[in-house]
């Protein structure tokens, strides 16, 4: 059978169950013509994890699917501000960095694994401790993850940004030029690049699980534009989006190997490095608005503190409870 087939078949099922369960027919039918029209615009990256749905079987969603892909995180949180799409989850990190009048809403939280972002240095650097990178050129995207954990970092050895010699980068160009010899210090997450630091030689100095406020703090929430609030479908779309994916986390649980298989081959790196820097935690849960707000307020004042800002933003604004009730409990 078809997805198209299949999708036709499931929904012809529901029409009859939900007729039957007392609902006019009128209704059901509108609902369905409702959804049929929805284009779903989503944040899309390399590997994400909605590109599992096929396999995880959740592919026959009765709206559309429009994936739009986009870079680093900071690009991705832009183009929600700008109306580039509708739904995304968004690293909590770059809503620091929003407008004050974003149209942009958040509910929920989903932590990051703190073992998938690293520090290296270069062998010879006379780089023993976190410390010793005092007055060294550090490698980092800025307005991400690894920003948030280059603060910590200096937090924790009693150093600010003046004491060290910043050099923002994207990932991969943090990479390319630690592989140079342009740095002496970068910070890396997951798979390409930190998979190119260690084969040229990068030796890991520690991990982002060793800063208790980065490995916390870091994560991302389900974000929204504020228009797609005002559509009744769009909203029914969303959640089911939703439920979709939280399936699919559970399904690449039990199918790991096979999700790194694939990783690897997007990557060009092996399997079990992709095992190695997992970003996303096991039995992943969305947490409650409450978490996320509480751990958002602590990223937007590690950046105040690390003089990455120059005022506290109102991250309050961002927070909307009817997008979190559209989050499904199961």
Known sequence: MTSASRRSFLWKAFVVSAVGCGFPL???????????????????????DETFFSQAGVDDTPYQIRPVRL???SLSAEALNAGAYDFALQSNISSVFLPAQTPIRLAGFIGFRGEAFKLYVRKGAGIDTPGQIKGKRVAF??????HLMLLEVLKQEKLTLADIRPVALSAQDSASAFISGDVDVVLAGMYAPSYQIEQSGGELLVGGEHF???ANNNGYAVAVHRQVLTDPAKKQAVSDYIKRLKETWSWLDQ?????????GR???VPAQFILKHRPRPYQTEI?????GRSRLDYVARSFLDGGAIPALPDTSRLWDDELESLIPAT
């Open 71 to 73: 870079g680093q995180a």
């Open 212 to 214: 208790p406020g980065f």
């Open 26 to 48: 009128a209704r059901v039918l509108a609902k369905s013509d409702d959804l049929a029209r929805v284009v779903l615009r989503i944040a899309n990256a390399k590997g994400s």
């Open 255 to 263: 199918h790991e190997d096979l999700w790194a298989a694939e990783l």
């Open 287 to 291: 947490l409650a608005s409450s978490d």
């Open 266 to 268: 997007l990557f060009g």
């Open 141 to 146: 995207m800025r307005g991400g993850p690894l």
